[in-house]
């Protein structure tokens, strides 16, 4: 099983709609979750670390669930300027190593 | 300037060659960390280092080394390139115990 899944997408969505992204991690001892931002041919960015009590930021909202091992990302009102992959981000306890999911595609429309 | 500069930026080689893609840093983070990125596959850890004398293997490592030269720098070689090893590399950095990465450019490197 990949430590890491995520929907590949692509989510294509036109502007000002509301977009969920999931992610479901294996390893019940990983400490910290991100969510990290990737365009095109462009080097990731992280774009927020996720919490358990939940987080926004804006128009992003994560959320963790540690007992379903599943974390998500809600994007409200799209911007053209939101496309682009979303990459869920795993601190593996114990190694300090971040694991990336494969990211989920977003394509938003005029 | 990029806190995270990575060279060459794109390189073609021929299946065979030696060729080392060179990372360096200005943000004073003792972590370091070699990715590559293909298509489908995401983004899958090669090695790291959490500092000079610290190398670690990651989840790919075969047909690879690397050597931490000093804090700021971390090279990453293929000995002996081959075709499948085409792939965008990047070099990322962290703080210890801080959440996150920053990353290069990252090297477009074509083994023909």
């Known amino acids: 099983r990949k430590e890491v899944e995520q929907d590949p997408g692509p989510f294509n969505v036109p502007e000002g709609a509301t977009v969920a992204f999931n992610c479901t991690y294996s390893n019940s001892a990983s400490q910290s979750f991100f969510w990290y931002r990737q365009d095109c041919r462009k080097e990731p960015k992280l774009l927020m670390s996720?919490?358990?009590s939940g987080n926004e930021d804006g128009r992003f909202t994560a959320q963790l669930n540690r007992a379903s091992q599943y974390i998500s990302l809600l994007i409200r009102d799209s911007k053209l300027s939101d496309s682009a992959t979303y990459l869920c981000v795993v601190e593996q306890g114990g190694y300090s190593t971040l694991t990336f999911g494969k990211g989920t595609m977003l394509l938003v429309s005029p | 300037d990029a806190d995270v500069t990575q060279t060459p930026r794109n390189r073609i080689t021929k299946t065979g060659k030696r060729i080392m893609l060179e990372c360096s840093q200005t943000?004073?983070?003792?972590?370091m960390y070699w990715y590559r990125q293909d298509p489908g596959l995401g983004l899958r850890l090669i090695y790291y280092?959490?500092?000079?004398?610290?190398?670690n293997k990651g989840e790919i490592s075969d047909g690879y080394s690397v050597s931490r030269q000093a804090q700021a720098k971390f090279s990453l070689s293929l000995e002996s390139a081959i075709p499948n090893q085409t792939a965008l590399y990047f070099c990322?950095?962290?703080?210890?115990?801080?959440?996150?990465?920053?990353f290069g450019q990252g090297t477009r490197l074509t083994v023909v």
């Open positions: 280092s959490f500092d000079v004398k610290d190398i």
């Open positions: 943000k004073g983070h003792d972590r």
């Open positions: 996720v919490y358990s």
């Open positions: 990322a950095t962290s703080e210890t115990g801080g959440p996150e990465a920053f």
